[in-house]
Each structure stands twice: as C-alpha cells, then as structure tokens.
C-alpha cells in the first residue's frame, strides 16, 4: 500500500530564508509523486510533479523538488521565502494501476518579516 | 474557462437531512473524485469515478453516495447527514493515463458544510 507522510504539520521561516518542506513516501511500486498548495478558502493547485522523466523537478513560483528514491524522499524546497508564500503544502502519490490518490497531512507555511 | 465548479459553497444540515453536492468539470476529464479536508487530517478520498457509469470507493465512502451518468458530472449525496460529516468537500478532476493512473488533480474551490 501507498501512503505519505510529511515531517512538521507547521514550519516558519524568515522573509528571503530557505524554505525547506519534507515528504516521505512509501511505495511497493515506482509512484508518481506531487505537491500541491493550498491558499486560505481555496481549493489546492498543483505546484509541481515527478513521473520519472527527471528527479529534480521544478514548479511553479520559484518551487523545486527532489525524487530521492533512496530515502524515499520528495522535500519541496525554495532558496528565498516571500511572503506571498504563507499557505499550506501537501505532498501526494499515485501509482499505476491504481486510481487513488493518497495526500500527506500537510504543512502549513508561516513567512516571517 | 470555468474548470471545475462546485455548489454550494456553504451548506447548514440538521442531523438526519440529506443534501447533494454538485460537481461540474468542463475539461472532459475521464477521473472524478470527490475529497474531505479536515483539520490535521489531509485530504481523504470518498469516491472516484473513471469514466461515465464507472464509481469507486475511497478511503471514507460510509454516508456518501456518488453516481456518473455523464462526463461533466459527479454529484456527491449525504443520505442522511451526521454531526461527523462536518468538513470541507473537495471535488477534483483529471485525465486519464494509459498506464492506468491520472495525471495531474484539478480542484474546485470546495463546500463547507456542517452538521448541527
């Protein structure tokens, strides 16, 4: 079985410091992984996806992500936080073969000034 | 373009009432899926469809009906509401792949509902 586990449900980091979201996945075969963020009373978008083709992936507004399949890791990081930043992450994985989505508890990301 | 639309987007139920939940995509996405968020909890799937007559159950189905008589559709229905429903539902939709799992999730902006 698939799941997800994201470290910190909660992190802070100052204005223009390293932003750094961590994401453990288990998978029995190879998965599709994704984050997804989530803005106050919307609904998520996707930030960026991994699905084999390369295991640095880069998303939307400056956002990165590592496929580690090593340590079965997929952290989520941004060299220099802004503001506009704050809402809440989640990771998530797929497999083939399957149709069920399984999302991380989320973390939520305060930006300090 | 309109993506995925959801209403209500509020909703106030007594215990016991029965209520759906509308859900309407216009990217003739194959996948539908219908999601709860509750606080700590992440996002839980309650049902999936694949395709028109298609609908499967989720993590959470227990109190959910769900039916697909079209593409563009997927209405979730609370038979009869409890206090534990209270959440904000999430539908989401996609294409899908031939490796036999969907791309990427497209969200609607969610209904909040709660149970007193």
């Known amino acids: 079985a698939q799941s997800v586990t994201q470290l910190g449900s909660h992190v802070s980091v100052s204005e223009g410091a390293l932003v750094l979201l961590r994401c453990n996945y288990s998978s029995s075969v190879p998965p599709y992984l994704f984050w997804y963020v989530q803005y106050p009373n919307q609904g998520l978008q996707l930030l960026l996806k991994?699905?084999?083709?390369?295991?640095l992936v880069k998303g939307i507004n400056g956002f990165e992500a590592e496929f580690k399949k090593s340590e079965t890791s997929f952290h989520l990081t941004k060299p220099s936080a802004h503001m506009r930043d704050a809402a809440e992450y989640f990771c998530?994985?797929?497999?083939?073969?399957?149709?069920?989505?399984?999302f991380g508890t989320g973390t939520r990301l305060k930006v300090l000034a | 373009n309109a993506g995925v639309t959801q209403t209500p987007k509020f909703q106030v139920l007594k215990t016991g009432q029965s209520m759906t939940l509308q859900c309407a995509q216009d990217?003739?996405?194959?996948?539908m899926s219908w999601y709860r968020q509750d606080p700590g909890m992440g996002l839980r799937l309650i049902h999936y469809?694949?395709?028109?007559?298609?609908?499967d159950q989720g993590e959470v189905p227990n109190g959910y009906n769900v039916s697909r008589s079209t593409t563009e559709d997927f209405p979730l229905r609370l038979l009869s509401a409890a206090p534990s429903q209270t959440s904000v539902y999430f539908c989401?939709?996609?294409?899908?792949?031939?490796?036999?799992?969907?791309?990427?999730?497209?969200f609607g902006e969610g209904s909040r509902l709660t149970v007193l």
């Open positions: 989401a939709s996609s294409y899908v792949r031939t490796q036999g799992h969907t791309g990427e999730l497209f």
């Open positions: 469809s694949v395709g028109a007559g298609i609908t």
């Open positions: 998530a994985v797929i497999t083939s073969g399957t149709y069920k989505y399984i």
């Open positions: 990217m003739n996405h194959e996948y």
């Open positions: 991994y699905t084999s083709a390369a295991t």
